[in-house]
């Protein structure tokens, strides 16, 4: 297992920040101790990175898609050891976590499909004498700042289409979960990635995001993590002018219509809302339930929720693993606290469950009823397996609340007419949304959100373009 830093193409020991222990999330145990980097460090793997830029903007663009190419392969074929490795530094069951690093693989093919799909277009200027011809370049050296929720899949969105597009790639990965994202750069240099394309460093994100975000030489930053810690960055990428995506906090709605089909509805409710402990940015939140069916839907949701079974990440048949941490614990505890003192009911879980010689990080399914919007669970998100419901009279007052947040990343819609279903779900301000579909997500997609919940969008075509910039020639050709 890799536990140091890349930096300028050699894998390094050096960190002027000291070291720090990485920990299994489910038994506190030490699994690595990796070094901690700071500015020196970073300039380091921006100068070389910046130097290297012209290079691999001018390798032909086959010769970058096969990278990409043979490291989804690789990421395929390595599943398993990929799939313990997430699994033991950020929590999340096995089996969720070898769907991550398929996803992962998913965003190395659908960059390289894209950038072989990307081609020059003539513009008719009517203009006699006149061509036009719009092009893309890459941007630049980029960087990278990724979340410990999805240590893989989240550095894989943005790496993929960064390399795809002729970019070189900085990344600052989260100090909880470096171990994915080393695994990675390892596989991406085995397949042939030049190492001075990609530097990943763990360590002190002030001095790292201000090294790189204030230099003028990084172009682009893509940052998945808090809407607060998104409005830092954006600050310091405003005085260069640096471009951004913002993949910032998310608040989803889960919407039950009076006709849904309530079966697919709860099975969807307990897909979505308990992957990764309830932490994902797309998790749904808030629940908004017709009046004529929550009681059945909240009683349906407790039967299933009690039949998960919370156990460390490793264990056969795990499906709901430990918090990141005892913050996290706390937080949930928190709202939940809050809910039943504003007069929520409480269906089922609302405690940690415990398990013998392991932290108190294990948070039970949790499902709470009656609850509003004066709750504060109905206001930030939550990130644990927490599952309010609020009845609502009608699909207006739906829309209308799931609107009111000033995050709008996702949202979910369960209804049993195809057309009114989709129509509730085209009102809703968010970027991604699951009409009668619990996993919206694919690397073929576009994934962001709008006001809050930042801007931007990775994955397919969308993702690509985030890493190009667009050229215009207006050609007068003097040849006879
Ligand atoms: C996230 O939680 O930010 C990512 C979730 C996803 O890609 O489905």
């Not at 011809?133 to 960064?162: E, Q, S, Y």
């Not at 750069?185 to 990943?200: M, T, W």
């Not at 948070?363 to 609850?371: H, L, S």
Request: aromatic share 6%; charged share 20%.
């Amino acid at each position: 297992m890799q536990t140091r830093n890349l930096i300028a193409g050699r894998w390094t020991d050096i960190g002027s920040g000291g070291a720090i222990d990485v920990a299994d999330p489910a038994s506190g145990e030490v699994i690595a101790r990796v070094p901690m980097c700071g500015a020196s460090e970073a300039l380091s793997a921006l100068n070389c990175a910046f130097e290297f830029q012209p290079e691999w903007e001018a390798t032909p663009i086959t010769q970058r898609a096969d990278v990409l190419r043979a490291t989804a392969a690789m990421v395929v074929a390595r599943k398993d050891s990929l799939a313990r490795i997430i699994t033991q530094e950020c929590g999340k069951p096995l089996a969720e976590a070898a769907s991550e690093v398929q996803y992962s693989a998913d965003y190395f093919s659908s960059a390289a499909q894209e950038i072989q799909a990307l081609n020059e277009m003539e513009v008719s200027l009517e203009r006699p004498g006149l061509r036009g011809v719009v092009r893309h370049r890459a941007v630049g050296v980029c960087a990278a700042i990724t979340p410990w929720n999805f240590p893989l899949a989240m550095l894989a969105r943005k790496v993929a289409p960064a390399l795809a597009a002729g970019c070189a790639q900085l990344a600052k990965p989260a100090q909880e979960t470096p171990l994915s994202a080393f695994a990675l750069a390892e596989i991406l240099l085995e397949c042939g990635l030049p190492p001075q394309c990609l530097h990943v460093l763990i360590g002190d994100a002030k001095a790292i995001a201000t090294t790189w975000l204030m230099d003028g030489r990084v172009r682009k930053l893509s940052f998945t993590g808090s809407t607060e810690t998104g409005r830092l960055l954006l600050r310091q990428c405003a005085p260069e002018i640096v471009r951004c995506s913002m993949e910032l906090g998310g608040h989803a709605a889960f919407i039950v219509l009076q006709d849904a089909d309530i079966e697919l509805a709860v099975k969807g409710a307990v897909q979505s809302k308990f992957r990764n402990a309830g932490q994902t940015c797309i998790c749904p939140n808030r629940f908004l339930v017709h009046e004529s069916i929550a009681s059945e839907f909240a009683a349906r949701v407790a039967v299933a929720a009690a039949q998960l079974k919370i156990a460390p990440g490793l264990d056969a048949g795990c499906q709901i693993g430990p918090l990141i941490h005892d913050a996290a614990v706390e937080k949930v505890r928190a709202h939940v606290a809050d809910a039943l003192a504003r007069g929520a009911k409480l269906i089922c879980g609302g405690r940690t469950k415990e398990i013998p010689d392991r932290p108190d990080r294990f948070f039970e399914p949790t499902v709470i009823a009656n609850c509003d919007p004066s709750m504060l669970c109905f206001e930030e998100e939550t990130f644990g397996p927490v599952i309010p419901i609020m009845s609502v009279a009608s699909e207006i007052q739906a829309i209308e609340i799931a609107n009111s947040s000033p995050f709008g990343l996702a949202g979910y819609v369960f209804g049993g007419n195809d057309a009114s279903a989709r129509g509730v779900a085209q009102q809703l301000q968010c970027g991604v949304i699951g009409v009668n579909e619990a996993a919206p997500s694919n690397a073929r997609a576009p994934f962001g959100g709008v006001k809050y919940s930042g801007y931007g969008r990775e994955g397919g075509a969308w993702g690509l373009m985030e890493y190009v910039t667009t050229q215009y020639l207006a050609l007068r050709s003097l040849e006879k």
